[in-house]
């Protein structure tokens, strides 16, 4: 008897709108809202597509983040497979570790912390929208990725960091490959080796000279007291550098082009600014950025929705899936800002690994949003939506460009 084999990890885009999610995923939950799909080294995962069961496995504490748990489906991550120390990061650790690193970087993304940082972000906004403002468009359009959406997030994260914005070119360069899913594992080696290289150098350069910012603090306050090694410190940087600003810049350019799309939407929100906080939670739920993930292994044997997984299987949750999920968000292939229950999404996760970056995440979208929409009222796409080059071939999806004029 021939056993069947199993169907891939759903990736292609859909073939209608580029907003919506993955092709398959939305029969999947219909049909078989746990199933095992194979991973493109052989190996095979479980596929939660569910919105209660995305939340039951990513709130488990018997499902481990630790990429070196057995059974952890490492095929298709960002960067290839587990590598021990300074490329892991806290979010692919379990507690107690993972407890004890995250709290030490908790207060400075927390409401009242980003609340005191939205004068800085609104100064910013303006400034690069002055930019905008000065180019010349009678030949070429202005591209809104280059203009805003990636620099905003990257200045943001640059300061908080203590990274010389002067250097956001390199890290957005190697970041970006990294993300790549098109990319040969020599050039990814190759960018992961400077990426390192480079977040090693600015380490050493916060002990010898500490300033005011995230990175100097935790040399002061932490590695001198030896709480912290200098892999910790290059853990710490590489990923709330890499998670700073490529996830929020690829929001900020859907959720311009989706508003820019739906005009009477974007009148809604320019006419009642108090919507925008809305708004920004229903983006979030609506678009659903990261694609395939986040990823788990069963500890011990746990049922989920009515289905065993052992210990040792490894769970790969689709978030598009579950923020998409009519039990929960009834009409959610429709962007509604008015949504009375658009903020319980899963986009930035669930449980004890949800983003540590969800305030400034959410106020730099806010702030954006806004600024556009007062400044900009005419803006639309320069191109047909068909000519957008769409980041299929990116884990976190967005736009790679995203050329505009008003």
């Known amino acids: 008897m021939t ?54 496995i990513l709130g488990d504490a018997r499902f481990s983040s630790d990429t070196n748990t057995p059974g952890y489906p490492v095929s298709g991550m960002t960067g290839g497979g587990p590598r021990p120390g300074a490329t892991r990061g806290f979010i692919r650790m379990d507690p107690p570790e993972h407890t004890r690193l995250r709290r030490m970087v908790t207060r400075d993304f927390m409401v009242k912390r980003v609340e005191e940082l939205r004068p800085t972000l609104q100064k910013l906004t303006d400034e690069l929208c002055d930019a905008m403002e000065r180019v010349d468009r009678s030949e070429h359009p202005v591209d809104l990725v280059k203009a805003l959406a990636l620099p905003l997030p990257s200045l943001a994260i640059s300061l908080l960091l203590g990274v010389p914005y002067e250097d956001h070119e390199t890290f957005q360069r190697l970041t970006g490959a ?86 009477d939407t974007a009148g809604r929100l320019r006419e009642d600014p108090a919507l925008i906080r809305g708004a920004v939670e229903e983006l979030l739920r609506f678009h659903s950025i990261i694609r395939n ?30 923020n998409r999920d009519e039990d929960v968000f009834p009409d959610a292939g429709r962007l509604d800002i008015r949504r009375p229950n658009a903020q319980h999404h899963v986009a930035f996760g669930y449980g004890i690994h949800q983003c540590l970056g969800q305030a400034l995440a959410r106020a730099e979208l806010q702030v954006v949003i806004t600024t556009l929409l007062r400044r900009f009222p005419t803006m639309r796409p320069a191109v047909p939506l068909e000519e957008i080059p769409f980041r299929t071939d990116m884990v976190i999806y967005g736009c790679h460009a995203l050329p505009v004029t008003w």
């Open 293 to 322: 993930g986040p990823r788990r292994a069963a500890l011990e044997d746990v049922e989920v929705g009515g289905q065993l997984i052992r210990k040792g299987e490894g769970v790969i949750v689709a978030v598009p899936s579950a």
């Open 178 to 263: 990294l993300l790549s899913r098109e990319i040969s594992e020599e050039d990814r080696g190759a960018a992961r080796a400077e990426l390192l290289e480079y977040i090693d150098r600015l380490v050493e350069s916060k002990k010898s000279e500490p300033g005011d910012d995230i990175l100097s603090r935790l040399v002061t306050e932490r590695y001198d007291k030896g709480e912290l090694t200098h892999e910790d410190l290059v853990a710490f940087a590489v990923l709330l550098l890499v998670a700073g600003h490529e996830t929020t810049a690829n929001m900020i350019g859907l959720s311009a082009l989706t508003l820019m799309l739906d005009r």
């Open 3 to 56: 056993t069947a084999p199993l169907p891939p990890l759903p990736t292609r885009p859909p073939s209608g709108c580029p907003f919506d999610p993955p092709e398959g995923l939305d029969r999947l939950r219909a049909e078989e809202p746990l199933s095992k799909v194979a991973l493109d080294d052989g190996t095979w995962a479980w596929l939660a597509t569910r919105y209660a069961d995305v939340r039951a």
